[in-house]
């Protein structure tokens, strides 16, 4: 059973920096592509980062702002992230698909985490 949790959101000003955490189970993570999407109040759900044992890559938006990596032995995916702006509010997902090369497209994904909300305010 595929299981996703993610934690580490919270309230952070503009221009800081926050680490989200997206522990998986019930699978091996070099087998597939962990995304993490962010979901803002009635927007749709939008891509913003993904990684595999082959690749890593990132939406125009936060380039050079976040960075994704991984702790193989705890099983854990990371996205920090940096230089934080009002924009970046939302809820973000980690999801999982089951592709080593990262195909964006949120449909690909099949297993997701409850999401974690991140407030980027004064």
């Known amino acids: 059973q595929l299981q996703l949790v993610e934690s580490g959101g919270g309230l952070v000003q503009p221009g800081g920096s926050l680490t989200l955490s997206c522990a998986v189970s019930?699978?091996?993570?070099?087998?597939?592509?962990i995304g993490w999407f962010s979901q803002a109040p009635v927007k749709e759900r939008e891509g913003v980062s993904w990684?595999?044992?082959?690749?890593?890559s990132y939406a125009d938006s936060v380039k050079g702002r976040f960075t994704i990596s991984r702790d193989n032995a705890k099983n854990t995916v990371y996205l920090q992230m940096n230089s934080l702006k009002p924009e970046d509010t939302a809820v973000y997902y980690c999801?999982?698909?089951?592709?080593?090369?990262?195909?964006?497209?949120?449909?690909?994904?099949?297993?997701w985490g409850q999401g974690t909300q991140v407030n980027v305010s004064s």
């Open positions: 999801a999982a698909s089951r592709q080593t090369w990262c195909i964006r497209a949120a449909s690909l994904f099949t297993s």
């Open positions: 990684l595999s044992s082959r690749t890593t």
């Open positions: 019930g699978f091996t993570l070099n087998e597939y592509c």
